[in-house]
């Protein structure tokens, strides 16, 4: 709602009886535009969370360490964080990532997080993003991602604008499924020719689901021309080139919102 101060107090579009002095005045306002600077100057980040709860007959969806880590690295860096995904609306959770050894402080916080998980239930729609007002993009994993991160034009269009842009593109896990269908202004795929990581192989078979997902993420990678890193199984990982920065597993889902910060820093 719009506030006019005109020598009055004003409370929801109410206006008192009581006046207030030029100097409340003056301080209210200059109060007003210092508040207004930030906000502007504020950097904003766009976690993107799966909309597909089943892949084939496989539960799953968004693997909440890779949401909840991020999400709590963004706001301790003091950026205004926003939670996207494709179809918008509530975010289903592989229950998989709640179990035990997978829970994680940061995700069982997050859980317990009226805003945070107020934003989760209520995720905006990607093709509904501001993208001017946004200074990176980061692609949370879990096995959904195989389902609506691939051949979806919004998320598509998304990336490729912020990367033309000069502005930060990260995924981590299975996120950079996503970057299959991508391509820069030169036609070329996105990850072509630069460091990348993801879930890799001998990680897709441990967890029993290679033969479900549609591609193995290591292979699909480096098919595209991206020059493919891996580290230990379950370890963090984390690549960064330029304003491309990937990680390999859940485990790497911190290192990989800290690499985003250092940059946007």
């Not at 229950?95 to 934003?119: I, L, N, R, V, W």
């Not at 209520?122 to 692609?139: G, N, P, Q, R, Y």
């Amino acid at each position: 709602m719009a506030v006019k101060i005109i020598g009055y107090t004003v409370i929801k579009g109410r206006r008192s009886s009581k006046k207030i002095s030029k100097t409340e005045l003056r301080f209210t306002l200059h109060s007003h535009k210092i508040l207004t600077n930030r906000i502007e100057n504020m950097t904003n980040v766009v976690l993107v969370a799966t909309s597909a709860s089943k892949l084939k007959s496989h539960d799953t969806g968004v693997w909440i360490e890779e949401l909840a880590s991020p999400y709590y690295c963004f706001l301790s860096a003091g950026f205004d964080v926003t939670i996207a995904s494709p179809e918008g609306g509530p975010i289903p959770i592989d229950a998989g990532s709640m179990g035990t050894g997978f829970f994680t402080e940061p995700a069982q916080k997050f859980m317990h997080d009226a805003t945070a998980f107020g934003k989760c239930s209520h995720s905006v729609k990607i093709s509904d993003l501001e993208l001017d007002t946004v200074d990176a993009i980061f692609m949370c994993g879990g096995h959904g991602t195989c389902v609506d991160f691939v051949d979806q034009p919004s998320l598509k269009a998304a990336i490729e604008t912020m990367y033309d842009s000069g502005k930060v593109v990260a995924a981590v896990c299975h996120g950079p499924v996503c970057f299959a269908d991508c391509v820069r202004a030169d036609g070329m795929p996105l990850v072509s020719g630069l460091k990348v990581t993801g879930f890799s192989n001998t990680e897709e078979d441990a967890v029993q689901l290679s033969a479900v997902v549609p591609f193995m993420l290591e292979d699909k990678l480096k098919e595209l021309g991206g020059k493919y890193e891996k580290g230990d199984d379950w370890n963090s990982k984390v690549c960064v080139d330029g304003k491309l920065v990937t990680g390999q597993n859940p485990q790497s889902s911190e290192e990989c919102a800290n690499a985003v910060i250092a940059i946007l820093k």
